[in-house]
Nanobody, 127 residues
Framework: EVQLVETGGGLVQAGGSLKLSCAASGFTFDGYAIAWFRQAPGNEREGVSCISINDNTTYYADSVKGRFTISSDNAKNTVYLQMNRLKPEDTATYYC????????????????????WGQGTLVNVSS
């Protein structure tokens, strides 16, 4: 079965750190771009970061630049999102997804066209 599974969410105080993981099964990451999106209650889902597995090209939303780092471990078929200096406004459910060429993450197409998503992991940043 082809799937993505996110782990690593939790409750953290503002200024703290969390590291999310997105593990793939049923396929290999080669040739894919894997993205992190987030959705807070009442808000639209937004692209946070994306990495092209083949060449490690990365993209970050302006709101997380300098604080979040995306990386991949191809041997483990896993993509990570290291989140530092967390803010209450980072509170959301975080999802990973296969995002061809990172287009949805960069708002070049709607995220609703993406077909492969994880189930999400909740990040709650307290003030």
């Amino acid at each position: 079965e082809v799937q993505l599974v996110e782990t690593g969410g939790g409750l953290v105080q503002a200024g703290g750190s969390l590291k999310l993981s997105c593990a793939a099964s049923g396929f290999t990451f080669d040739g894919y771009a894997i993205a992190w999106f987030r959705q807070a209650p009442g808000n639209e889902r937004e692209g946070v970061s994306c990495i092209s597995i083949n060449d490690n090209t990365t993209y970050y939303a302006d709101s997380v630049k300098g604080r979040f780092t995306i990386s991949s471990d191809n041997a483990k078929n896993t993509v990570y999102l290291q989140m530092n200096r967390l803010k209450p406004e980072d509170t959301a459910t975080y999802y990973c997804a296969a995002d061809p060429l990172c287009k949805a993450t960069m708002n070049q197409m709607t995220y609703k066209y993406l077909e492969l998503w994880g189930q999400g992991t909740l990040v709650n940043v307290s003030s």
